[in-house]
C-alpha cells in the first residue's frame, strides 16, 4: 500500500454552547506535515474540532477536544482577627502576638483552574529609622519587586531552563531567589515584636499571577507602664 500524501487540514469550534464556526484551512503541508497554530482569546469553554484528508479523498473523520480558557489571576485577600487597632487616619496598623492574620485565596469564575500556591515573606524592621513603613504605610509601604521580576524571567525563560511549565519556574524563583516561604493552611505566623512588612502572591495551576500584596505593621506584646510621681514639695508619710 502506498501513502498518497496528506492534502489539507482544517478546524472549527464552537464558544460554550453557541453553533461552530466554518471550517478554516490549515494551509499547505511541509514536507508531508501541517503544523498550525490557533490561539483562543475569548475566556470560555471552546470545543474545537479537526480533520485532515490526504490527496486520495481519505480522511481521519472529525477529531474533537474540550479547550478551557481562562485568565483570570487568583485573588488573595488579608484578615485580621482581634486585638488589633488601626489608625483611621494614616492606616497604622497594630496587632497582638495572638491576633491572627489570614490569607483568603480565590480563583475566580466563570472557569477557575484551581489556586496552585500562595507565598509570603514577612520581614522584620528592628531598626526604628525603617519604622516609617510601619507608622505611614500609604506612603512608605512598598511592595516587593521580586514578584515581577520572577514573572518576567519565568515567560521568557521557563522552556530554555528546561522546567516542565512557566508554574515551575515561577514556584522555584519565588522560594530559592525571592526568598518567599509556601503558604501552609491560610494563618501567618507574625513572630516577633517590630515592624512587620508582609508580602504575600497568588499563582492559580494555569499560571495566572495575582497581584502582588504587601501589608505593614505593627505586632505590640507590651502594656503601657504607670508611673507614680510625687513633686519634692508635696508631704509624703
Given at each position: 500500500?502506498?501513502?498518497?500524501?496528506?492534502?489539507?487540514?482544517?478546524?472549527?469550534?464552537?464558544?460554550?454552547?453557541?453553533?461552530?464556526?466554518?471550517?478554516?484551512?490549515?494551509?499547505?503541508?511541509?514536507?508531508?506535515?501541517?503544523?498550525?497554530?490557533?490561539?483562543?482569546?475569548?475566556?470560555s469553554i471552546h470545543?474545537?474540532?479537526?480533520?485532515?484528508?490526504?490527496?486520495?479523498?481519505?480522511?481521519?473523520?472529525?477529531?474533537?477536544?474540550?479547550?478551557?480558557?481562562?485568565?483570570?489571576?487568583?485573588?488573595?485577600?488579608?484578615?485580621?482577627?482581634?486585638p488589633k487597632y488601626?489608625?483611621?487616619?494614616?492606616?497604622?496598623?497594630?496587632?497582638?502576638?495572638?491576633?491572627?492574620?489570614?490569607?483568603?485565596?480565590?480563583?475566580?469564575?466563570?472557569?477557575?483552574?484551581?489556586?496552585?500556591?500562595?507565598?509570603?515573606?514577612?520581614?522584620?524592621?528592628?531598626?526604628?529609622?525603617?519604622?516609617?513603613?510601619?507608622?505611614?504605610?500609604?506612603?512608605?509601604?512598598?511592595?516587593?519587586?521580586?514578584?515581577?521580576?520572577?514573572?518576567?524571567?519565568?515567560?521568557?525563560?521557563?522552556?530554555?531552563?528546561?522546567?516542565?511549565?512557566?508554574?515551575?519556574?515561577?514556584?522555584?524563583?519565588?522560594?530559592?531567589?525571592?526568598?518567599?516561604?509556601?503558604?501552609?493552611?491560610?494563618?501567618?505566623?507574625?513572630?516577633?515584636?517590630?515592624?512587620?512588612?508582609?508580602?504575600?502572591?497568588?499563582?492559580?495551576?494555569?499560571?495566572?499571577?495575582?497581584?502582588?500584596?504587601?501589608?505593614?505593621?505593627?505586632?505590640?506584646?507590651?502594656?503601657?507602664?504607670?508611673?507614680?510621681?510625687?513633686?519634692?514639695?508635696?508631704?509624703?508619710?
Amino acid at each position: 500500500c502506498t501513502a498518497s500524501g496528506l492534502d489539507y487540514c482544517e478546524y472549527r469550534y464552537k464558544i460554550n454552547d453557541g453553533p461552530f464556526t466554518e471550517w478554516t484551512d490549515m494551509g499547505e503541508p511541509v514536507g508531508g506535515e501541517i503544523h498550525y497554530e490557533l490561539k483562543f482569546k475569548e475566556e470560555s469553554i471552546h470545543t474545537l474540532e479537526y480533520r485532515c484528508f490526504d490527496v486520495a479523498g481519505n480522511t481521519t473523520g472529525i477529531l474533537s477536544e474540550v479547550d478551557i480558557v481562562e485568565d483570570k489571576p487568583p485573588i488573595t485577600t488579608k484578615t485580621i482577627s482581634e486585638p488589633k487597632y488601626i489608625n483611621p487616619e494614616t492606616g497604622a496598623e497594630w496587632v497582638d502576638t495572638a491576633t491572627e492574620i489570614t490569607l483568603t485565596v480565590e480563583d475566580p469564575e466563570p472557569h477557575p483552574s484551581g489556586v496552585y500556591k500562595t507565598y509570603f515573606k514577612n520581614t522584620i524592621y528592628e531598626n526604628e529609622q525603617d519604622w516609617d513603613a510601619c507608622y505611614d504605610p500609604q506612603e512608605s509601604c512598598e511592595e516587593d519587586s521580586c514578584v515581577a521580576s520572577a514573572q518576567s524571567y519565568c515567560e521568557d525563560n521557563w522552556e530554555e531552563d528546561g522546567y516542565n511549565s512557566f508554574v515551575d519556574c515561577f514556584d522555584n524563583y519565588m522560594v530559592n531567589e525571592c526568598i518567599y516561604t509556601v503558604l501552609e493552611g491560610s494563618v501567618v505566623d507574625q513572630g516577633e515584636e517590630s515592624c512587620h512588612v508582609l508580602d504575600y502572591v497568588s499563582i492559580d495551576n494555569l499560571g495566572n499571577v495575582g497581584d502582588a500584596n504587601v501589608n505593614c505593621f505593627f505586632v505590640d506584646k507590651t502594656p503601657p507602664e504607670i508611673r507614680k510621681y510625687i513633686g519634692p514639695d508635696e508631704p509624703q508619710y
